[in-house]
């Protein structure tokens, strides 16, 4: 019986970890990503110069990813910098 309740246990660990693949695969292929925005296109938006941005994301006023060596900004992480500078 106990044979029983530990293959149970392992089905419902599969399954629950199908679900979560499941989901983000779709996260990831369904468009549901911001696109990123480089610091030129931020500076861009901004008005402003590269040097404000890298002292924007130096100063942590502005979030940002890192992919490798590269610094990207979503549109959203932009919006909410821009609302909070209001």
Same mark, same amino acid.
């Given at each position: ?19 979560? =693949?499941?989901? /983000?695969? #779709? ?9 990123? +925005?480089? $610091?030129?296109?931020?500076? *861009?938006? =901004?008005?402003? /110069?590269? #040097? ?9 006023? +502005?979030? $940002?990813?890192?992919?490798? *060596?590269?610094?990207?900004? /979503? ?12």
């Amino acid at each position: 019986m106990s044979d029983l309740r530990e293959t149970v246990k392992v089905i419902e660990h599969i399954d629950s970890a199908i679900a979560v =693949l499941t989901e /983000t695969r #779709q996260r990831l292929t369904g468009g549901d990503l911001e696109p990123l +925005l480089t $610091v030129r296109d931020v500076a *861009s938006h =901004l008005k402003s /110069t590269k #040097q404000h941005v890298y002292n924007l994301i130096t100063n942590g006023s +502005l979030r $940002v990813a890192r992919i490798g *060596s590269a610094i990207r900004v /979503t549109k959203s992480d932009l919006i909410a910098y821009i609302e909070a500078s209001k």
